[in-house]
C-alpha cells in the first residue's frame, strides 16, 4: 500500500512536498516514483530515485525545480517541489517497482498511492 499526501493550493512560484508513506510491505529495494495526471491528460513521469537514494531522475520540465528524495529506515519517499508553476497542477501519485532499474514508463511501475490533488494558481 502506498498512501500519497502533502496535496493542496498553492500560489504560483510557491512551494509544497508531498509525502508517500508505504505499508503492508517493505520498498526498501524498490525503486519509488512520482508520476502526474492533469486534467484531460494522460498520467506522466516526474521523478524516479534508486535503492540507494544518491541521485533522483527528472523530467525535464520540472529539472532544478522539484528534488526526490527516499528515507528508507521509514519506508517512504518525498518529493520538494519547489518554483511552482500552474502548469504543475494535476494529480500527484507514487508509485513502485521491485527493480534496480530506473524507469520513465509509467505501465513498469505495478504499486501505486491513491493520489493527491496540486492546484497552482496564477
Known amino acids: 500500500q502506498l498512501q500519497a499526501s502533502g496535496g493542496g493550493l498553492v500560489q504560483g512560484g510557491g512551494s509544497l512536498r508531498l509525502a508517500c508513506a508505504a505499508s503492508?510491505?517493505?520498498?526498501?529495494?524498490?525503486?519509488m516514483a512520482w508520476f502526474r495526471q492533469a486534467p484531460g491528460k494522460g498520467r506522466e513521469f516526474v521523478a524516479a530515485?534508486?535503492?540507494?537514494?544518491?541521485?533522483?531522475y527528472y523530467a525535464e520540465s520540472v529539472k532544478g525545480r522539484f528534488t526526490i528524495s527516499r528515507d528508507n529506515a521509514e519506508n517512504a519517499v518525498f518529493l520538494q517541489m519547489n518554483s511552482l508553476k500552474p502548469e504543475d497542477t494535476g494529480v500527484y501519485y507514487c508509485?513502485?517497482?521491485?527493480?534496480?532499474?530506473?524507469?520513465?514508463?509509467?505501465?513498469?511501475?505495478?504499486?501505486w498511492g491513491q493520489g493527491t490533488l496540486v492546484t497552482v494558481s496564477s
Open positions: 508509485a513502485a517497482r521491485a527493480t534496480t532499474v530506473i524507469s520513465y514508463s509509467r505501465y513498469q511501475y505495478p504499486y
Open positions: 503492508g510491505r517493505t520498498f526498501t529495494g524498490y525503486v
Open positions: 530515485i534508486g535503492l540507494s537514494g544518491d541521485r533522483g
